[in-house]
Nanobody, 124 residues
Framework: EVQLQESGGGLVQPGGSLRLSCAAS????????MSWVRQAPGKGREWVSG???????SYTDSVKGRFTISRDNAKNTLYLQMNSLKPEDTAVYYC??????????????????WGQGTQVTVSS
């Protein structure tokens, strides 16, 4: 059974940091590009960052220089280090993958497998 399990969310003050993790199982993790997607209250899902199986990374403009995506293929785990957090980063954060086509996706509709999400709240 394919599973993606996020963890590491919480409440943090503006300017603070959090590290999200996504534990993957049920597929050959190293062979797939992975992404982080977020959904803010009352808004649609937004692609945040992606990483190829070999470590190539990409980010949406609003998080460049503040967020770092990484992966440990030996541990089947995806990470998102979030620094200098802003209130507008408040959202449920999901890890996602396109298992069927193995694409390095940015369009939300292209992902076919999602975790359950972890809440990140940035507030003083």
């Amino acid at each position: 059974e394919v599973q993606l399990q996020e963890s590491g969310g919480g409440l943090v003050q503006p300017g603070g940091s959090l590290r999200l993790s996504c534990a993957a199982s049920g597929f050959t993790f190293a062979n797939y590009a992975m992404s982080w997607v977020r959904q803010a209250p009352g808004k649609g899902r937004e692609w945040v960052s992606g990483i190829s199986g070999t470590g190539g990374t990409s980010y949406t403009d609003s998080v460049k220089g503040r967020f770092t995506i990484s992966r440990d293929n030996a541990k089947n785990t995806l990470y998102l280090q979030m620094n200098s957090l802003k209130p507008e980063d408040t959202a449920v954060y999901y890890c996602a993958v396109d298992l069927r086509h193995r694409r390095h996706c940015r369009d939300i509709g292209d992902f076919d497998t999602w975790g359950q999400g972890t809440q990140v709240t940035v507030s003083s």
